[in-house]
């Protein structure tokens, strides 16, 4: 059940607004960008995870209020000099239970950036409901996914394919799971598509620990991905804290910053830039803090050779 939010033509979003009463919060942010003006990089994403957005977007977490803080992300999104292809959320949509109105607040604060003509990518994540979900976004659930049990999706592009992975095992239980049928379609699906890099998408952090608040099936995960040499990076959320490592086959592990909030202080929250060069991918770090130290940082990721 792969969900994507396809671009809004510019009647369709000032429709939206005046269904929402959104206005006063939205217009200015696709006003201004001036992205009607400005040239689509195909090869340029903006990768966001764990929104946490309530029904009531005045709601606060640890003095944060969500909603405003995925506006302020959807205007750094909108005012880069390059407008990104598409945008990929990596679960935890939802602030803490996948409520049906969670999710209709979600899409009307991501309208801006469908407006701007960017796909909205979304996987699940442990504060997700996958039934109240699709019962909020139905339209937006493509006929043709490969998966009765999961939303999970390929999406390809210019330079590599993305799969999206859906690592919700239970609503509010925080370890995750893909399951051995979403790993044999996995499998499958990068078998069919070899000629071109795989960039890997989910919630839940890869973990080998023997009681992990990861992702529990991460072993099996991992046999699947490292001998197939097109699987070049792999992608989540759930920890709500920026990083980079390596795997020993080569794969980059990049654990996304929450647009919501931190566990610790110094932690950023923000999301990230992401171009994808023939040979890698070019990363960076944009904080909703722009005093924050690591506010702009770039990394170059060369891939895996295979």
């Not at 390929?154 to 992975?165: D, K, T, Y």
């Not at 509010?172 to 071109?196: I, M, N, V, Y």
Request: glycine share 6%.
């Amino acid at each position: 059940m792969p969900v994507h939010l396809p671009p809004l033509s510019r009647r369709s979003f000032l429709r939206r607004i005046l269904w929402t009463s959104l206005g006063l919060a939205t217009t200015p942010c696709l006003a201004s960008s001036g992205v009607g003006r400005r040239r689509q990089d195909l090869h340029r994403y903006a990768l966001m995870a764990d929104t946490h957005i309530a029904a009531d977007r005045t709601r606060q977490h640890g003095g944060i209020v969500m909603a405003e803080h995925l506006e302020r992300t959807v205007r750094q999104i909108l005012t880069r000099p390059a407008v990104p292809a598409a945008s990929f959320i990596a679960g935890d949509l939802a602030f803490s239970q996948g409520e049906t109105g969670d999710y209709r607040q979600l899409v009307d604060l991501l309208a801006p950036l469908r407006a701007a003509g960017l796909p909205v990518h979304l996987a699940l994540g442990n504060h997700d409901h996958r039934d109240r979900f699709l019962e909020a976004v139905p339209w937006a659930v493509r006929p043709d996914r490969p998966l009765r049990s999961h939303c999970c999706a390929v999406v390809p592009s210019p330079r590599v394919n993305w799969f999206i992975l859906d690592s919700l095992e239970v609503t509010l239980s925080t370890p995750g799971l893909l399951g051995p049928d979403q790993l044999a379609w996995l499998g499958r699906a990068l078998d069919a598509r070899r000629r071109r890099p795989a960039i890997i998408l989910l919630h839940h952090h890869p973990d080998l620990a023997p009681n992990t608040v990861g992702l529990k099936d991460t072993e099996a995960l991992l046999a699947v991905i490292r001998p197939r040499t097109q699987v070049k990076a792999c992608i989540f959320g759930h920890t709500h804290r920026w990083g980079l490592s390596r795997d020993e086959s080569g794969i980059h592990m990049i654990n996304l910053p929450p647009t919501a909030y931190v566990f610790r202080e110094e932690f950023p929250s923000g999301w990230v830039e992401a171009r994808v060069r023939t040979d890698g991918l070019d990363l960076r770090l944009w904080c909703l803090n722009d005093r924050h130290p690591e506010h702009g940082r770039e990394v170059q990721l060369t891939w895996r050779p295979g």
